[in-house]
């Protein structure tokens, strides 16, 4: 038996371990049952006009398997949307709660909903409206039977074990996880989607170890990976509700930078 499931959705291929795969495999190592959703087909992830649509799309997802295979994650679920045209709409939210039910994950990895990154980007659409999809199945449409009834008539009844929402991106988060152990099985991962990195493997080693790097020295881990976590609030229960895991929330620590400045002794 596992000690704890774990739900990571994402909006394409590669998603994962570029953003959370080191993190991912600690949780595999640990016992964890680890499911990973893509949304999209990776279908537009190219500027070759022969390979895109169909042929990459099949790439894709055969490069995620593996990556997957890679990092522990016992299972794929590929909803094979197409690329570069998601919407926030009632249909996402549906099609990612019933993954939420299916699985009844007590951690749920999910994207950032941010539209611009640290005033450096703008964050992909894809990613904005897959990321806001998935946040709002915690409240309702994973957690309460009268959203999406015909859920129900599925079998999938609503999941109320939740424990931790873990939200990624390109962004730096307040709490860190040591990834050091397995930042060697991330950059691999990564490698298997050599239809977006290319062959170039040290270089994009080397600068996955260098990003991994500083967002480990800001915890003293020698690598990390930086999110923001949730734990409390409407679609999160307690322990009574767990259905027998082995399982114990142990935050990550906080970057210092992240606490709220104290006022001196004298201030009012």
């Given amino acids: 038996m596992s000690r704890y499931r774990a739900l990571v959705v994402t909006a394409h ?68 949307k197409p690329d570069g045209y998601i919407e926030y709409s009632l249909d996402l939210r549906r099609d990612i709660a019933r993954a939420f039910r299916r699985y009844r994950p007590h951690r749920y990895v999910v994207m950032d909903p941010t539209p611009t990154i640290e005033d450096r980007f703008v964050n992909h659409p894809d990613h904005r409206a897959v990321a806001l999809a998935s946040l709002d199945v915690t409240l309702t449409a994973g957690t309460t039977p009268g959203h999406f009834p015909e859920l129900l008539d599925e079998g999938l009844e609503p999941w109320r074990g939740l424990r931790e929402l873990w939200i990624f991106g390109p962004a730096t988060g307040p709490r860190v996880a ?59 229960h307690g322990d009574d509700e767990l259905d027998g895991v082995d399982f114990a929330f142990t935050p990550p620590p906080v970057d210092p930078r992240s606490a709220p400045a104290r006022r001196s002794e004298g201030a009012k």
């Fill in 13 to 80: 291929p590669d998603d994962v371990e570029f953003g959370c795969g080191g993190t991912i495999a600690a949780w595999a190592d640990e016992g964890a049952d680890v499911t990973v959703c893509i949304v999209t087909d990776g279908a537009t992830g190219t500027q070759d006009r022969e390979l895109m649509g169909e042929p990459l799309a099949k790439i894709r997802e055969q490069e995620s398997r593996r990556a997957a295979k890679v990092l522990g994650a016992a299972t794929v679920e590929w909803l094979g």
């Fill in 178 to 236: 040591d990834v050091t152990a397995t930042i060697e099985r991330k950059i691999e991962a990564l490698i298997c989607h050599a239809s977006q990195v290319g062959d170039d493997f040290e270089t994009i080693a080397d600068w996955i170890r260098t990003r991994a790097r500083d967002e480990g020295a800001r915890a003293g881990f020698e690598y990390g990976e930086s999110f923001h976590i949730i734990t409390q609030g409407p679609g999160f």
